[in-house]
T-cell receptor, first 117, second 112 residues
């Protein structure tokens, strides 16, 4: 069974630019969550999508957005990049079948490492 | 602000000994608790989850939960060098509405 696939793995952007990251979940998983990981803050929840709908959202500014397609693949976008957006962005999939919330049994992709100069 | 606290370490344990990792959380309404392992340069992987007070064993790993004390622990028996990694405690406080709240992790080193 293929795991969670994230692209691109590495990217470098400059301040003010925007970036789009992609995530393909494990086949059959309908929930996709996004997390930001930095040395200082650790892993922080961005948002979660289930069946093309954003169910949950973390405490990040509106520059961070996402979407999910009918095949469960997800993208997240960060506009007007700031230096502090440099981080590892992790996508995680789960079956998401425990009612109206994502389970904590997450399967993470290898991440997209974003550097903002 | 929901918080999950872990000692950052490093925690150094001799090979074959028991490694004990601890985690406390702030939200008394938390329902589900998870331990993830993250090797350097890799993504986190789930190793244990626990929902009820008490102990849950899976091979060399035992998760312990005490909701009254808001305390979760992970014991690793017969520690191996391959267990050297950062262990992340994660808590689901709002039925998933806030995603998982992760601690910053404990860096575990198993000394051969």
């Amino acid at each position: 069974k293929a795991g969670v696939t994230q692209t691109p793995r590495y990217l470098i952007k400059t301040r003010g630019q925007q970036v789009t990251l992609s995530c393909s979940p494990i086949s059959g998983h309908r929930s996709v969550s996004w997390y930001q990981q930095t040395p200082g803050q650790g892993l922080q929840f961005l948002f979660e999508y289930f069946s093309e709908t954003q169910r949950n959202k973390g405490n990040f500014p509106g520059r961070f957005s996402g979407r999910q397609f009918s095949n469960s693949r997800s993208e997240m976008n960060v506009s007007t990049l700031e230096l502090g957006d440099s981080a590892l962005y992790l996508c995680a999939s789960s079956s998401g079948t425990s009612g109206n919330y994502v389970t904590g049994e997450l399967f993470f992709g290898e991440g997209s490492r974003l550097t903002v100069l | 602000q929901k918080e999950v606290e872990q000692n950052s370490g490093p925690l150094s344990v001799p090979e074959g000994a028991i490694a004990s990792l601890n985690c406390t959380y702030s939200d008394r309404g938390s329902q589900s608790f998870f331990w993830y392992r993250q090797y350097s340069g890799k993504s986190p992987e789930l190793i244990m989850f626990i929902y009820s007070n008490g102990d849950k064993e899976d091979g060399r790993f035992t998760a312990q939960l005490n909701k009254a004390s808001q305390y979760v622990s992970l014991l690793i028996r017969d520690s191996q060098p391959s267990d050297s990694a950062t262990y992340l405690c994660a808590v689901d406080s709002g039925g998933g509405a806030d995603g998982l709240t992760f601690g910053k992790g404990t860096h575990l080193i198993i000394q051969p």
